[in-house]
């Protein structure tokens, strides 16, 4: 078999259990739920399988220590401590680290994992050997079994219970249950072993095991098949029944001795394919849903933006024309053309729980780390986002979480002094707003000490006194995006160098996006993020500047005006105008660009905002509205100021687009 045909469905599904394990540890961590402890099992089991199959046994031996230790506390031998819970934690950090390097073409061998599976081996102690289990309860019911044996049953097959016994002479225990399951496997399907199929293969049992079997032969023909295997010395076949259901076990026949010989290995992988296929009634309803590999999805979305450009065109011939049936149609087109864009956007948005699904995790480390208690509190994880945005905010966001744990929630027996209770709480919420998304990230901790930051900033020349006497604590705090800049005391491995938040802020603008903050001493801080939904098309206005066209993204624009040269004044040695009552500066596209252009006593503004601040940009004339492509400039001339891309118009020419945010 080639494996590679099949790595993407084994990496995107590796991502599924991995999270699963993740929130259900989360959750057993503080419900000490048993419905949690079936859940990892169940994703650690498959994930074995999984891995094994495609050759990664680095991940496989891995979970197969995981699950050991968890089918100890599951048969109530054991019970969950904080010792399992930190090495559950730890080995799922490693296998997200050995899936990260298979992704990139390695094998995931290279991620020591000794202490893990040290750690493991210590909580299962000197239960390693899993013991004969006799009892007809051996097999714990699950959703994944009754389901198996529900469809097996409606296909024609019968479950049965094996319960094998060796001869206490027998030398190669190994061997004998390998001629065992070979014999089974003639007849029908194993789909469940008691201990598992690694232990079995390393003779960590005593003289039995039990085997789930499903097969369309009688009690009396599998119990003869298996009484040929030498050295079998007791076999009971009975019917097996689902606990869930109610109805017992009731026994067949009895009797003693084995027979011929293959792999255990081969025996598990069959096993592994019963026992993770899902029910005929789940499989009619996931037939509605395909995995589509995003490189399909982004030729497609290449494709159609070649289409927008060539409408554009269109459309400007058809004007040209002036012909009413052509106008017809190329509106006709249009309407079509805008819901098809609707219809390809779509199919590149993604939920942002593929980001907030990290943190939970990630809180509850550094958390520790530091001696603090958070409780996160996640809200709107199924808000869509495009792919392109999914993919560059997830740094941003781990930055801003690590400062407001750090910075932001206290000690608990700082937050007990206050009044306040010791477990801190950080909430992370996403919402759709127009055609944007916010992201805000809010701690109820000590708030931003405003007085702090002006001291730091006037000591190192961020503002001057003069500004520093007339900003709002809020445009006080958002200094602390700002290079190089930290009020941080000590140097720790979270914070104190300085670096991190104006990365962020830098990352978040280069994704069209605005982050701001409020803040209140001693109640707590409040990020926002706030994106555009997609990066690739998007509604902008058309300026002329001289000969060139430029395009100014809707998203930032307030208001467009027209201006004489008599209402420009001057403020600071700065040009600036009244609008609204409020003094907001002048940017000149001509100067900007160094652009020749004839001098006019009236032209237009188009004013646009980051946050709270505002700007008016001269140009010479507005063209209109236009739905564009952005294109990268591409890394010859990528880093050009106030430029973020370019885009083709539908004469051909190419327009740039302004980047409103570096005219601040």
């Known amino acids: 078999m080639d494996v590679n045909e099949y790595l993407g469905?084994?990496?995107?599904?590796?991502?599924?259990?991995?999270?699963?394990?993740?929130?259900?540890?989360?959750?057993?961590?503080?419900?000490?739920?048993?419905?949690?402890?079936?859940?990892?099992?169940?994703?650690?089991?498959?994930?074995?399988?999984?891995?094994?199959?495609?050759?990664?046994?680095?991940?496989?031996?891995?979970?197969?220590?995981?699950?050991?230790a968890l089918d100890l506390v599951r048969a109530g031998k054991k019970e969950s401590n904080q010792l399992l819970l930190d090495t559950m934690f730890s080995a799922m950090e490693q296998i997200e680290e050995m899936i990260a390097d298979i992704e990139t073409g390695g094998s995931g061998a290279n991620i020591d994992v000794t202490a893990t599976v040290s750690a493991f081996q210590s909580f299962i102690g000197s239960t390693q050997k899993v013991p004969q289990l006799a009892d007809t309860n051996v097999f714990t019911a699950d959703l994944y079994t009754d389901s198996v044996i529900t469809q097996a049953k409606e296909s024609g097959f019968e479950a049965f219970h094996l319960h094998v016994k060796l001869s206490d002479a027998v030398v190669l225990k190994a061997a004998r249950a390998y001629m065992v399951f070979d014999r089974l496997q003639e007849l029908g399907e194993v789909v469940r072993t008691s201990p598992e199929t690694e232990a079995i293969e390393q003779e960590q049992f005593d003289l039995s095991f039990d085997v789930l079997f499903v097969s369309q032969e009688s009690a009396d023909v599998i119990e003869h098949a298996v009484t040929q295997v030498s050295e079998v010395e007791h076999v009971q076949v009975t019917s097996y029944m689902s606990a869930s259901v109610g109805e017992p076990e009731v026994a067949v026949s009895t009797e003693s001795v084995a027979v011929s010989t293959e792999s255990v290995a081969v025996a598990e992988v069959k096993s592994k394919a019963v026992e993770t296929e899902e029910p005929k009634e789940q499989a009619v309803a996931q037939a509605k849903t395909i995995r589509v590999n995003l490189e399909r999805i982004d030729r497609l979305m290449n494709l159609f933006e070649e289409f927008i450009i060539d409408r554009g065109r269109l459309e400007r011939l058809a004007d040209e024309v002036g012909q009413p049936e052509l106008n017809e149609t190329v509106e006709k087109i249009k309407r079509g053309t805008n819901e098809l864009q609707s219809l390809v956007l779509t199919l590149r948005m993604m939920p942002i729980e593929q980001v907030f699904n990290r943190f939970p995790r990630m809180v509850r480390s550094v958390a520790k780390d530091i001696h603090k208690k958070v409780q996160l509190d996640i809200t709107g994880a199924e808000t869509e986002l495009d792919r392109t945005v999914i993919d560059e905010i997830g740094d941003p966001l781990v930055h801003l979480i690590r400062n407001a744990i750090d910075h932001g929630i206290e000690l608990p027996e700082v937050r007990i002094a206050a009044g306040k209770p010791e477990q801190g709480s950080l909430a992370l919420r996403a919402y759709h707003g127009g055609n944007r998304v916010f992201i805000e990230i809010e701690d109820d901790g000590a708030g931003i000490n405003v007085e702090k930051v002006r001291s730091k900033a006037l000591e190192r020349g961020v503002i001057t006194s003069e500004e520093a006497t007339t900003m709002s604590d809020n445009e006080l705090?958002?200094?602390?995006?700002?290079?190089?800049?930290?009020?941080?005391?000590?140097v720790t491995d979270l914070s104190g160098r300085g670096v991190g938040l104006d990365v962020v802020k830098n990352k978040i603008e280069s994704l069209g996006g605005v982050v701001t903050l409020e803040t209140v001493v001693g109640q707590g801080t409040k990020f926002q993020v706030s994106l555009p939904l997609t990066l690739s098309i998007i509604s902008a206005m058309l300026v002329q500047v001289g000969e060139e066209t430029y395009a100014v993204p809707l998203s930032s624009i307030l208001e467009t005006t027209l201006l004489d040269e008599t209402d420009i004044l001057t403020a600071h040695r700065e040009r600036v105008f009244d609008f609204r009552g409020q003094l907001v500066p002048l940017v000149y596209l001509k100067e900007m660009f160094a652009i020749e252009t004839e001098t006019k006593t009236q032209f237009p503004v188009v004013v646009v905002r980051k946050g709270n601040k505002l700007v008016g940009v001269v140009v010479n004339d507005l063209i209109g509205q236009q739905e564009i492509v952005m294109k990268p400039l591409g890394t010859y001339l990528e880093g050009i100021p106030a430029i973020s891309g370019a885009t083709i118009l539908g004469d051909g020419r190419v327009a740039l687009i302004v980047d409103s945010n570096d005219l601040f």
């Open 477 to 490: 705090a958002m200094l602390i995006f700002a290079p190089g800049f930290s009020t941080a005391d000590v």
């Open 9 to 68: 469905l084994f990496l995107d599904e590796s991502q599924e259990h991995i999270q699963s394990v993740n929130t259900q540890l989360l959750k057993l961590e503080q419900t000490g739920s048993q419905e949690s402890i079936q859940e990892i099992f169940r994703s650690a089991h498959t994930l074995k399988g999984m891995s094994a199959t495609m050759g990664y046994d680095s991940v496989a031996n891995l979970t197969h220590e995981m699950e050991s």
